[in-house]
């Protein structure tokens, strides 16, 4: 049963600071690129960061480039966002994925709230 977990989002003040995880199960997690998305109330789900299976890659929504850093932990199966600087348009609820072809999963989500 394919499974990814998100947690660590919450409560947080403009210019904080969280770390997003997601602990993946029942698939080849290092076979697949793993990806973070979010969506905000009445916008659509945007893409907002990207690991390559082997970490060698990464790409960053402009949004959020030079404030967001993905990482991933193969031994461990899980994927992360460290999420610095935060803004009030950051809020959202944030969305694991993991993708191999055809393959696409997701997590439940979790909730980001940037507010003072």
């Known amino acids: 049963q394919v499974q990814l977990v998100e947690s660590g989002g919450g409560l947080v003040q403009p210019g904080g600071s969280l770390r997003l995880s997601c602990a993946a199960s029942?698939?080849?997690?290092?076979?697949?690129?793993m990806n973070w998305y979010r969506q905000a109330p009445g916008k659509e789900r945007e893409l907002v960061a990207v690991?390559?299976?082997?970490?060698?890659?990464?790409n960053y929504a402009d949004s959020v480039k030079g404030r967001f850093t993905i990482s991933r932990d193969n031994a461990k199966n899980t994927v992360y966002l460290q999420m610095n600087s935060l803004k009030a348009e950051d809020t959202a609820v944030y969305y694991c994925?993991?993708?191999?072809?055809?393959?696409?999963?997701w997590g439940q989500g979790t909730q980001v709230t940037v507010s003072s």
């Open positions: 994925n993991g993708r191999l072809g055809y393959d696409d999963y």
């Open positions: 690991i390559s299976n082997t970490a060698g890659h990464t």
């Open positions: 029942g698939f080849m997690f290092t076979r697949f690129a």
